[in-house]
């Protein structure tokens, strides 16, 4: 499958998704490129996650409002509306970090969220950390099982849309490399 190379000249983008995993700093790095570029974030997990983490019935038109418009950046992600997002998308960026680091991340993530008690999306907090061992969609179980299905989710994208650039970054240091040769909208 064809990604662009980190040095090839990107096209400019005003609609952008970032894919990965859990864990793997998309929101984050959704929030730079949102600088960098100078169009809004819509963090998606947001717009998915109600109260007691029920999802929201609106998800769908919310996402669908946003994507409408000319400039964004979200993560991709969510089955239900991953193809309208790749649909308006001019850029998606790949997050494809080995799974030891993305491993990492979540569990501190997760471990931070948890003895802070940081509050997330609509009241929403991390469950208890034992969890991990009873909930097979457990954050962290997601992230590892999540890991290896972005391959085939990134060649259906690249099948369904060939004219969609993708760039495939494997590390933080190619990420801020990349960020930093993003074009201002």
Request: charged share 25%.
């Given at each position: 499958?064809?990604?662009?190379?980190?040095?090839?000249?990107?096209?400019?983008?005003?609609?952008?998704i970032i894919a990965g995993p859990s864990g793997s700093g998309k929101t984050t790095a959704c929030a730079l490129v949102?600088?960098?570029?100078?169009?809004?974030?819509?963090?998606?997990?947001?717009?998915?996650?109600?109260?007691?983490?029920?999802?929201?019935?609106?998800?769908?038109?919310?996402?669908?409002?946003?994507?409408?418009?000319?400039?964004?950046?979200?993560?991709?992600?969510?089955?239900?509306?991953?193809?309208?997002?790749?649909?308006?998308?001019?850029?998606?960026?790949?997050?494809?970090?080995?799974?030891?680091?993305?491993?990492?991340?979540?569990?501190?993530?997760?471990?931070?969220?948890?003895?802070?008690?940081?509050?997330?999306?609509?009241?929403?907090?991390?469950?208890?950390?034992?969890?991990?061992?009873?909930?097979?969609?457990?954050?962290?179980?997601?992230?590892?099982?999540?890991?290896?299905?972005?391959?085939?989710?990134?060649?259906?994208?690249?099948?369904?849309?060939?004219?969609?650039?993708?760039?495939?970054?494997?590390?933080?240091?190619?990420?801020?490399?990349?960020?930093?040769?993003?074009?201002?909208?």
């Amino acid at each position: 499958m064809p990604f662009l190379s980190l040095d090839a000249d990107l096209p400019p983008a005003r609609r952008v998704i970032i894919a990965g995993p859990s864990g793997s700093g998309k929101t984050t790095a959704c929030a730079l490129v949102s600088d960098r570029i100078g169009v809004p974030h819509h963090e998606i997990d947001a717009l998915f996650h109600g109260p007691g983490w029920q999802p929201r019935p609106q998800f769908h038109d919310d996402v669908a409002r946003f994507v409408a418009t000319e400039a964004w950046v979200t993560e991709w992600q969510y089955g239900e509306v991953r193809g309208l997002l790749a649909e308006r998308a001019e850029l998606l960026i790949w997050l494809d970090l080995p799974r030891g680091t993305v491993t990492r991340q979540v569990v501190s993530r997760t471990l931070r969220r948890r003895l802070l008690r940081q509050e997330l999306w609509n009241g929403n907090t991390e469950g208890p950390l034992r969890t991990f061992f009873t909930d097979p969609e457990h954050i962290v179980r997601w992230s590892w099982q999540g890991h290896a299905r972005y391959r085939g989710l990134i060649g259906d994208v690249a099948a369904r849309r060939p004219q969609l650039p993708i760039v495939r970054v494997c590390s933080r240091r190619e990420l801020t490399h990349l960020i930093e040769r993003l074009s201002r909208a």
